[in-house]
Antibody, heavy 121, light 107 residues
Framework: EVQLMESGGGLIQPGGSLRLSCAAS????????MSWVRQAPGKGLEWVSG????????YYTDSVRGRFTISRDNSKNTLYLQMDSLRAEDTAVYYC??????????????WGQGALVTVSS | EVVLTQSPATLSLSPGERATLSCRAS??????LAWYQQKPGQAPRLLIY???NRATGIPARFSGSGSGTDFILTISSLEPEDFAVYYC?????????FGQGTKLEIK
């Protein structure tokens, strides 16, 4: 059974940093691209970042490029999102999502339960 | 950036009726479009990918069609568990993008 478990969310002040982790199990982690997708309270889905199965290629939406860094450790079956210079508009539930393709994520067939990040003073 | 516009924003129907949801792209996304279902408090679920391919375990009452810039998700006969929010997503161009969603509610 595929499982994705996010951790690391919480309340952080504007300008602060946070790192999300996503522990994956039930599939060959190194064989799939992965992504982070977020959802602000009461709003729709927004794709944030993606990473190829090897970790050699990374992709970002414009609003987070230069502030967020996606990475993965295939030996630990874990995906990460380092979030720096956080802003109020980054407040959202952050989902870890397994891609359907390689080397790019394509679509997302499994999702974690989400980690809430709240940026507020 | 490809903007996906979904319509209607809200669709009110009864169980057993046919639902037709629309997704329009600001530029061609070829065949690289998917549909997701999201229920309150849950993560999204992949329904359809590459316009018309059902994901694993998705019932046959869900179907997708379209090409280029105009796409349709059809639910042939609504079941009570189908009332949810539906999103389209494109993977043709970076950044990937989602539509703003269509809420399918019980009439």
């Amino acid at each position: 059974e595929v499982q994705l478990m996010e951790s690391g969310g919480g309340l952080i002040q504007p300008g602060g940093s946070l790192r999300l982790s996503c522990a994956a199990s039930g599939f060959t982690f190194s064989g799939y691209a992965m992504s982070w997708v977020r959802q602000a309270p009461g709003k729709g889905l927004e794709w944030v970042s993606g990473i190829s199965n090897s970790g050699g290629n990374t992709y970002y939406t414009d609003s987070v490029r230069g502030r967020f860094t996606i990475s993965r450790d295939n030996s630990k079956n874990t995906l990460y999102l380092q979030m720096d210079s956080l802003r109020a508009e980054d407040t959202a539930v952050y989902y870890c999502a397994k891609g359907t393709g390689v080397p790019r994520p394509h679509y997302f067939d499994y999702w974690g339960q989400g980690a809430l990040v709240t940026v507020s003073s | 950036e490809v903007v996906l516009t979904q319509s209607p924003a809200t669709l009110s129907l009864s169980p057993g009726e046919r639902a037709t949801l629309s997704c329009r792209a600001s530029q061609s996304v070829s065949s690289f479009l998917a549909w997701y279902q999201q229920k309150p408090g849950q993560a999204p679920r992949l329904l359809i990918y590459d316009i018309s391919n059902r994901a694993t375990g998705i019932p046959a009452r869900f179907s997708g069609s379209g090409s280029g810039t105009d796409f349709i998700l059809t639910i042939s006969s609504l079941e009570p568990e189908d009332f949810a929010v539906y999103y389209c997503q494109q993977r043709s161009n970076w950044p990937y993008s989602f539509g703003q969603g269509t809420k399918l509610e019980i009439k």
